[in-house]
Each structure stands twice: as structure tokens, then as C-alpha cells.
């Protein structure tokens, strides 16, 4: 099964066909059985590429284990996931969480956009899809977003006029940008039915990325501001819900979703925080919308988790507020105020800002059973996308899909 990787980019319907069924007997081998000694997710999760070997000082343990070219298989998947059915976004999934060689290689490429971008496709796409592969693409972007310079280098990559981004026409923008509005798109789907799981893991990753946001795209900056105020109000207006309306409601949804949205204001305010921390004179779009909606924040200064970041916030809005009251503008315009705040970020000085924690948001797959979402998920796409296999519907019975759980 593990020539898939290779045959596949050959393009000929049979052998991709192949090769999937392939994947899908792999992954049945490695899922059935993740909690007892299991010699195939041992190999799955040990493999080691061809061309770096680490044979551990010779040991036995070592050289039994199978090798593969990792440019090979990066090469295999990124032409793969457009159009897959769920298994490659599974194998993906599964390397980059149990296998730390392999998690290790991808970091450091310097072409992570022939990846990055057929996933974001696909999340930009999700609601033609079942809900568990959106899971698995988010928590794919969420291991990758752990590391620093692999952020820092998805900044510098340039994508060129994408023709299934319809939002707005950007004839050219960071990796990075992209990444933030097709974020930002997925939460705004999903806010309608508070969907928790992919709610926090765009904001985590939102999060995790913000420390290197490099000359944020002013559609980017002003998405994510809007974002804010969209939340913000929501979380507002249930706090200002009378006890009667609470009464007639049911309390503990009405707290599930407070609390929901106060965990989004959090992670989206330690966005902007860290983004203005790091990078404020490299992101003065950032800071131009901030000042545009400068009153947003104002509800949260006294918050037990909110208030100190949007204390920072206002130290920023203020500060770049008075700035432009103070500076003699001829013509007022949205051109002019950005020239002020741009040319007067580089005189910034962050000792200005409270030091705060950096928050890493990550992943961990939980131990309680994970064969309980992976399993029915796994069978759900075979039976959905092989139906040439002369499957006997009426007597397949498949369980629900468990919601995935995160530690």
C-alpha cells in the first residue's frame, strides 16, 4: 500500500483508485485495534525517510523499521487532498500527530503553501463535507501552527489570484492572510450552530500564528476587527438578557454559549495582543483598524481574563488616537489617518504595553477511547465513497460519529 505514494501522482483513475482503497485498509489496521499492541500504527507512526536514517546506534528496534522517502509522500499528499474523500486528510492527520520525524520534516519546508493551500480549499469549501474531516483539517493546522518558524516562514510565502476565493478579488497576499480569511470564513459559519470544537481550534490557530502576523493585508486586519464586534455583541446581549427572558429559556444553554463566546473574545484579544507586542510597526493595518472601531473594547477593561489584553489594546487605540487629533491633516481621509499611524509606528515603543504570558494553544488527542470518533468516521467515508464495492447496505450498520474531544 505504501507504493500509493508514488503511483499516485501518475494521474490514471485506476491506480489513484488503488492506492485509496490502500489507504483505507492502512487506516483500518492502525484505528481498529489503538489501544493494544498494534504492529502497524508501530510502523505507521516509526517510519523513517530514506534519505535521513537514524539507526539509534544500531539497535535491533531501529533498523526493523521500514524507510520512505519523505519528499515523496509530502509530495503524494499535497497533490492529494483536493480531491480526497477523507483518507489522505486522515494519513496526514495521523503522521503529523504520532510520527515526530515526520512532524520534524514538514516544519521545515520552504513550500508549506503546495500543502497549505489544497487544505484551505477545502475548509473553504466544509459545508459540502462531513463535519469530522473539517476537524481533522483545523487540528492539522493547529499542530503545524506550534511552531514558530514555520509561522514566521508561511508570512514570507506570496499567493497569487486563488479563483475559488470569492470574498474579494486579492491579486496577491501572504500565506498568512489567507490563512486568517478562510479562518475567519470558517467562524462565521460556524457562530450559526455554535459549533465549540471548530470555533476555538480557528481561534487557537489564530492565536498561535499572531506573534508572526508580518504587514497584515488591510482586508485580513479589518476581518478580523469585524470578527470582534460581531462576538462581542453576541456575548453582550445575552449578558444583557433580562431573568424573565433567562426563565423561559434554558439556562444551561444560554451559560454553554456565554461562555462559548467569552472563550473566542479571549483568544481573539491574545491574537491582537501578541500581534502588537511583536509586530506593531509591521502591521499598521492592523493598528488603523483597531483605531476604527476603537470603542469596541471598552466593555472588557474591567474583565477577569479579557481585561488585560484589552487594557493593551487601549493603550495602542489611545495612543495612536491622540496622535492623529494632533497631527494637521489638509484633506482628511482614510488615506491620510494611514499615513499618520503608518509613519508613527516606527517610533512605537512596546515598554508602553503590560508584559503578558504568551498563551500556546495546542492539540492533544484525547486518551479516553479515540478509536470511539476515528473508527465510525473511518467506515462512514469507505461505505460513502466506494460504491463500487457491492456493499450490502440494509445489513451495514455504522455507529454516530462521536464529537471529537480535546484535552
Request: aromatic letters at 12%; proline letters at 3%.
Amino acid at each position: 500500500p505504501k507504493m500509493f505514494f508514488e503511483r499516485s501522482t501518475v494521474g490514471e483513475a485506476n491506480i489513484v483508485n488503488l492506492g485509496e482503497l490502500c489507504l483505507f485498509v492502512i487506516h483500518a489496521l492502525v484505528f481498529q485495534h489503538s489501544r493494544s499492541e498494534n504492529p502497524f500504527r508501530t510502523a505507521l507512526f516509526t517510519f523513517q525517510d530514506t534519505q535521513f536514517v537514524n539507526y539509534g546506534e544500531g539497535s535491533q528496534e531501529n533498523t526493523n523499521r521500514f524507510l520512505l522517502a519523505y519528499s515523496s509522500l509530502f509530495d503524494a499528499i499535497s497533490h492529494s487532498i483536493l480531491n480526497d474523500t477523507g483518507s489522505t486528510i486522515l494519513l496526514l492527520y495521523s503522521l503529523l500527530q504520532k510520527n515526530p520525524m515526520f512532524l520534524t520534516y514538514v516544519l521545515t519546508r520552504t513550500d508549506l503553501d503546495t500543502m497549505l493551500i489544497p487544505i484551505l480549499q477545502l475548509l473553504y469549501e466544509a459545508p459540502e463535507r462531513l463535519i469530522q474531516q473539517v476537524y481533522l483539517e483545523l487540528v492539522t493546522l493547529v499542530i503545524l501552527s506550534h511552531d514558530i518558524v514555520s509561522n514566521k516562514n508561511i508570512q514570507q510565502l506570496r499567493v497569487q489570484s486563488l479563483n475559488w476565493f470569492k470574498e474579494r478579488y486579492l491579486p496577491s497576499v501572504s500565506l498568512g492572510d489567507l490563512i486568517v480569511l478562510v479562518l475567519v470564513k470558517v467562524i462565521h459559519t460556524h457562530l450559526k450552530n455554535k459549533e465549540s470544537f471548530v470555533l476555538r481550534n480557528c481561534f487557537g490557530i489564530l492565536a498561535n500564528m499572531s506573534s508572526s502576523f508580518q504587514e497584515l493585508h488591510p482586508y485580513s486586519a479589518d476581518r478580523l476587527v469585524k470578527l470582534f464586534a460581531n462576538i462581542s455583541r453576541r456575548y453582550l446581549a445575552i449578558l444583557s438578557r433580562s431573568p424573565k427572558e433567562n426563565v423561559e429559556s434554558n439556562q444551561t444553554e444560554i451559560e454553554e454559549e456565554a461562555a462559548l463566546y467569552h472563550d473566542c473574545l479571549l483568544l481573539l484579544v491574545e491574537t491582537f495582543n501578541s500581534c502588537l507586542s511583536h509586530g506593531l510597526a509591521q502591521n499598521p493595518h492592523l493598528v488603523y483598524a483597531l483605531l476604527y472601531e476603537r470603542f469596541l473594547f471598552q466593555p472588557f477593561i474591567s474583565d477577569d481574563k479579557l481585561g488585560c489584553y484589552a487594557n493593551n489594546i487601549k493603550t495602542v487605540v489611545d495612543y495612536f488616537g491622540e496622535l492623529v487629533d494632533r497631527t494637521n491633516i489638509v484633506e482628511w481621509s482614510s488615506e491620510a489617518v494611514f499615513e499618520v499611524i503608518s509613519n508613527a509606528t516606527h517610533h512605537w515603543k512596546n515598554d508602553s504595553l503590560q508584559k503578558l504570558a504568551e498563551q500556546s494553544y495546542r492539540y492533544e488527542e484525547s486518551d479516553d477511547h479515540p478509536e470511539d470518533f476515528f473508527v465510525p468516521y473511518l467506515w462512514a467515508i469507505i461505505l460513502s465513497s466506494h460504491t463500487s464495492i457491492p456493499w450490502d447496505v440494509k445489513r451495514s450498520a455504522l455507529f454516530d460519529i462521536p464529537q471529537h474531544k480535546q484535552n
